[in-house]
């Protein structure tokens, strides 16, 4: 066993669980396993205890430190929502610890607040993103600033001197997956090629009707136009991630200070960064996972001077 110590960080959302190895501030290991909506009756603590044992083996651990769904209903226990609007040091006194295994777990709780039509909507795992990113780029916390986490479930959060005040909630990526696999819209394929000249469509046509009333293009452009699967699939990319572009920005009830700040993964990062520009709206990109490190730091560091 190595004699230093060690600890674990945890970003564990909904569909994917990713966990990483820290030894004097450094990320030494990753690994990744599956979400806390996709464990098909495993139980939440075996799937971690699993995940974490080489390095249980191998280090000494000190704690492991969770954001996300591990603090929800269904994941390791329920931790309450904090009200907006919250700060990072708020947020961070919320948690809540477990023992799991001789294992200390520290496990962060979620946000609840207003979203822009003023109904209440909640997060768990992007907070910890935001609040990441506010301490990796201090400027963030100036004024008010506009935060997109794209996903499974995007989020928009408003952020005035770095407190969270506001957010909203698009099912873009769960709707986009539920389309494709399950609806009759790509049934009609014969070909399968990817075109990405789908996606510009399904932007444009996100800016000139309502997206329920172009879902069907995808279909039809298929049997008439003799469009490719992959072609409906990209169009309905863009659709969906236009029209969420769209109903924030053109609603009136937010107007950030440049630029709009998108954390998340490259790729589909990409995409919102096409929605927005469609729009006039300048945007910078933040990795999504550098950003939850450093919120699970901050959660950390915030249980340590607790304890005192």
């Not at 075109?195 to 298929?222: I, K, N, T």
């Amino acid at each position: 066993m190595d004699d230093r110590t060690a600890r674990v960080l945890c970003d564990w959302g909904g569909t994917r669980l990713r966990a990483s190895l820290e030894v004097a501030g450094e990320i030494v290991q990753r690994c990744e396993g599956p979400g806390i909506g996709a464990l098909r009756g495993r139980p939440c603590a075996q799937v971690l205890l699993s995940a974490i044992a080489p390095w249980r083996r191998d280090y000494r651990i000190t704690g492991a430190f969770l954001s996300g769904m591990a603090g929800s209903r269904d994941g390791l226990t329920d931790v309450p929502y904090v009200g907006a609007p919250v700060t990072a040091a708020i947020w961070a006194r919320a948690h809540r610890k477990i023992c799991l295994d001789d294992l200390t777990l520290t496990i962060a709780a979620g946000v609840r607040a207003c979203n822009f039509r003023r109904v209440a909507d909640v997060m768990r795992g992007e907070e910890a993103q935001v609040f990441g990113a506010l301490a990796l780029n201090p400027r963030l916390a100036a004024g008010r600033r506009l935060f997109l986490l794209p996903g499974t479930h995007s989020k928009w959060v408003e952020v005035e001197a770095g407190e969270i005040i506001r957010l909203q909630t698009y099912l873009t990526g769960e709707l986009f997956s539920l389309l494709c696999e399950s609806s009759s819209l790509l049934r009609a394929a014969t070909r399968t090629e990817a075109a990405d000249d789908g996606f510009e469509a399904g932007l444009e046509r996100a800016g000139q009707c309502d997206v329920p009333a172009a879902l069907f293009e995808a279909r039809s452009a298929q049997l008439v136009a003799g469009k490719t699967g992959g072609w409906a699939k990209a169009f309905i990319s863009g659709l969906l991630v236009g029209g969420e572009a769209r109903s924030i920005l053109t609603s009136g009830a937010f107007v950030p200070d440049p630029p709009v700040t998108v954390i998340g993964e490259s790729a589909l990062a990409a995409r919102y960064l096409r929605a927005l520009a469609a729009h006039g709206v300048s945007a910078e990109v933040l990795d999504g996972e550098s950003c939850a490190l450093q919120g699970l730091r901050v959660l950390a560091a915030t249980a340590e001077e607790m304890e005192g």
